[in-house]
């Protein structure tokens, strides 16, 4: 690894409920697209070839989700390294994606809702959660991306006990970092809830508020919430850009954000 060797790049990231990958063929498209992306923070991924996938989960069919979806993505982007973090059993989870020109330094995760095996009996949709992480190396030090998937529950994207409690983990574990952070995903909460306001007062920027954006959810969607995914940044991550991608390839859309870094070359 060389790394005298340096250019000056932004840093490119998309986030992306894939929705089980039930958009077929038009999602692996996009991966081949969009492959030249520095980073992937992706949610809702089954990697569970040869396992019995329930047939249904939050009132919604899954006849159609493909349990190789995280292996197909992965054939799809042979520059980047994979990591997978399961939620439900060992099969459906988070999955972060980061091309192999960036030099990843550390990767994690934790619970923040529930805990090993905890699987709702009403609904298996509601299950136990993790936040996921890879540390990378720029030029000014260290930076952070981490990814989530957070709790579903029937009373929909309101606050509840569970969801405040899984925010105060959230802020309890990023508050011992010291250099930028940008954490990413589907929180399954509406922007006035508590539990995304406790974020914002902990220091992070809400760039789906600091962007206008209005929806981040696609035609696919059948419901009127509009909102379930976001973007925060803190300790000066310098956003250039945090826009939707007006590719429908889930009932989500795709997150884009570019950063002003400097990444070393390999």
């Known amino acids: 690894m060389n790394y005298l060797m340096r250019i000056s790049s932004r840093l ?3 986030c992306l409920n894939v929705w089980g990958g039930m958009a077929g063929a038009s999602l692996t498209d996009f991966f081949v697209h969009h492959q030249d992306t520095d980073i ?3 949610q809702e991924v089954y990697n569970g070839g040869g396992h019995t996938i329930p047939k249904m989960a939050a009132g919604k069919s899954l006849e159609r989700v493909d349990a190789e979806t995280f292996r197909k993505i992965q054939s799809t982007l042979p520059n980047h390294r994979a990591y997978f973090t399961p939620q439900y059993v060992s099969y459906l989870g988070l999955a972060i994606f980061v091309h ?3 030099s ?12 090993e095996g905890y699987v709702s009996s009403l609904d298996v949709a509601d299950h136990a959660r ?3 992480y890879v540390t990378i190396r720029t030029e000014s030090g260290p930076m952070t991306i981490l990814n989530i998937h957070a709790a579903w529950q029937a009373i ?8 405040l409690e899984q925010s105060r983990t959230i802020i309890d574990f990023t508050d011992q970092f010291s250099h ?18 406790m ?3 902990a220091g992070w920027e809400n760039l789906i508020r600091t962007f206008g954006i209005t929806s981040t959810r696609t035609r696919l969607y059948e419901k009127e919430e509009q909102y379930a995914d976001y973007v925060f940044v803190k300790n000066g991550v310098r956003v250039s850009v945090c826009e939707t991608l007006s590719d429908i390839v889930s009932d989500h859309v795709p997150l884009f954000v570019e950063c002003d870094t400097l990444l070393p070359l390999l």
């Open 100 to 102: 192999r020109r960036v």
């Open 156 to 163: 929909g994207k309101t606050d509840t006990p569970e969801r």
């Open 180 to 197: 930028p952070l940008l954490l990413c995903g589907d929180f399954n909460l509406l922007p006035q809830t508590e539990s995304i306001r």
């Open 199 to 201: 974020i914002e007062r």
């Open 12 to 14: 490119k990231i998309i």
């Open 130 to 132: 993790k936040l996921q």
């Open 40 to 42: 992937f923070c992706l």
């Open 104 to 115: 990843v330094l550390d990767t994690g995760d934790l619970f923040v809702y529930g805990e």
